[in-house]
């Protein structure tokens, strides 16, 4: 088991390392930040200064291995737009964007676990048609829209929840959370609902498909003429194998939320991440767009390790091949 994590953590920096790359390359194509900092009246040879004092002058490979070197101690470099560090400002707006992220997680894998069996055990049901009905508009309209939508009927039209910003926050050291205040636990309701509304269907479905699929297997069959009742046929047996897969979409969609939180909190105006790469894209701030996608792509590789080892965990069959691998 230790050989096969300390595989997956190598391939894993191959990927981090290769992002990367790929990242700050792209991003020296997204324009010149020379024009994001100085005036339009800026003589030449100032611009030339300026350019010459952040490295923009360099080579490409030259610029990424100093950005490299600097990541692995830690720094990420200063943000052209604030004038502040990158890593000060990722800490800052982390929190925000984490308990989302979280918030979302936990709604789409509680309701969409319980709304999969439901619709599995009791699939003639009319509640049951009626929350395939749900997955079908959750899969199919854009976040935004959905925003959009809850926005105007919970906000606008009832006057129920905000509709923007993360209201009070209490500071915890350097976190900040609206757990522990009752304006910011309403302001996560609609962003965390907008944001976990796609994940929820999607294992909800899967969850439907997966559960039907282990009903018509012989061991359940072989359960049921043991003379187990059907509370442990359904839940002790056919549940626990229908969430093998489950822990994968799950994890995945994990990274997914926290990396394609971009559009719900620019809709919410919530002060993560997100909305900070928004602004670092708009203003060509390089030092933030590479320290965000290469973030993301730490948490996806991170996720994915962990994933793989809850499979071996889980099923008995991947943890004997690991074994026999190793």
Same mark, same amino acid.
């Given at each position: 088991?230790?050989?096969?994590?300390?595989? #997956?953590?190598?391939?894993?920096?191959?990927?981090?390392?290769?992002?990367?790359?790929?990242?700050?390359?792209?991003?020296?194509?997204? /324009?010149?930040?020379?024009?994001?900092?100085?005036?339009?009246?800026?003589? !030449?040879?100032? #611009?030339?200064?300026?350019?010459?004092?952040?490295?923009?002058?360099?080579?490409?490979? !030259?610029? %990424?291995?100093?950005?490299?070197?600097?990541?692995?101690?830690?720094?990420?470099?200063?943000?052209?737009?604030?004038?502040?560090?990158?890593?000060?400002?990722? $800490?800052?707006?982390?929190? $925000?964007?984490?308990? *989302?992220?979280?918030?979302?997680? !936990?709604? $789409?894998?509680?309701?969409?676990?319980?709304?999969?069996?439901?619709?599995?055990?009791?699939?003639?049901?009319?509640?049951?048609?009626?929350?395939?009905?749900?997955?079908?508009?959750?899969?199919?309209?854009?976040?935004?829209?959905?925003?959009?939508?809850?926005?105007?009927?919970?906000?606008?039209?009832? /006057? &129920?929840?905000?509709?923007?910003?993360?209201?009070?926050?209490?500071?915890?050291?350097? &976190?900040?959370? @609206?757990?522990?205040?009752?304006?910011?636990?309403?302001? *996560?309701?609609?962003?965390?609902?907008?944001? /976990?509304?796609?994940?929820?269907? *999607?294992?909800?479905?899967?969850?439907?498909?997966?559960?039907?699929?282990?009903?018509?297997?012989?061991?359940?069959? %072989?359960?049921?003429?043991?003379?187990?009742?059907?509370?442990?046929?359904?839940? @002790?047996?056919?549940?626990?194998?229908?969430?093998? =897969? !489950?822990?994968?979409?799950?994890?995945?969609?994990?990274?997914?939320?926290?990396?394609?939180?971009?559009?719900?909190?620019?809709?919410?105006? &919530? =002060?993560?991440? @997100?909305?900070?790469?928004?602004?670092?894209?708009?203003?060509?701030?390089? =030092?933030?767009?590479? $320290?965000?996608?290469?973030?993301?792509?730490?948490?996806?590789?991170?996720?994915?390790?962990?994933?793989?080892?809850?499979?071996?965990?889980?099923?008995?069959?991947?943890?004997?091949?690991?074994?026999?691998?190793?």
């Amino acid at each position: 088991m230790l050989a096969f994590i300390l595989r #997956r953590a190598l391939q894993s920096v191959a990927v981090l390392a290769v992002v990367g790359l790929i990242a700050f390359s792209m991003f020296r194509f997204a /324009g010149d930040p020379v024009n994001q900092i100085v005036g339009a009246d800026t003589p !030449v040879a100032e #611009r030339a200064e300026v350019r010459r004092s952040l490295g923009l002058d360099d080579p490409t490979l !030259v610029q %990424f291995a100093r950005y490299a070197g600097n990541v692995l101690r830690g720094n990420f470099g200063i943000s052209y737009q604030f004038r502040q560090p990158v890593a000060s400002l990722l $800490a800052e707006r982390m929190p $925000a964007t984490l308990e *989302l992220a979280f918030c979302a997680t !936990v709604f $789409a894998l509680s309701v969409g676990i319980l709304m999969g069996v439901y619709c599995a055990l009791r699939r003639e049901t009319w509640l049951a048609k009626l929350f395939q009905a749900v997955s079908l508009v959750g899969v199919s309209l854009p976040t935004f829209l959905i925003g959009i939508l809850l926005i105007f009927l919970f906000s606008v039209t009832l /006057g &129920w929840l905000p509709s923007y910003g993360r209201g009070d926050t209490v500071r915890l050291g350097w &976190w900040t959370t @609206g757990f522990l205040t009752g304006s910011g636990l309403k302001a *996560l309701i609609l962003p965390a609902i907008t944001l /976990g509304l796609f994940q929820m269907t *999607l294992i909800m479905r899967l969850v439907r498909a997966e559960m039907l699929e282990v009903l018509r297997t012989d061991y359940i069959r %072989f359960a049921r003429a043991r003379g187990l009742t059907t509370r442990a046929v359904h839940f @002790g047996h056919a549940l626990k194998n229908t969430l093998v =897969p !489950v822990i994968t979409i799950a994890g995945l969609q994990l990274g997914s939320v926290i990396a394609f939180s971009i559009i719900t909190e620019t809709v919410f105006q &919530w =002060p993560g991440m @997100g909305l900070l790469f928004v602004q670092a894209v708009q203003n060509v701030d390089i =030092p933030i767009m590479a $320290a965000y996608l290469l973030l993301v792509a730490a948490i996806f590789v991170t996720i994915n390790l962990v994933v793989d080892v809850l499979y071996t965990v889980v099923d008995p069959r991947l943890r004997l091949s690991v074994g026999k691998a190793a």
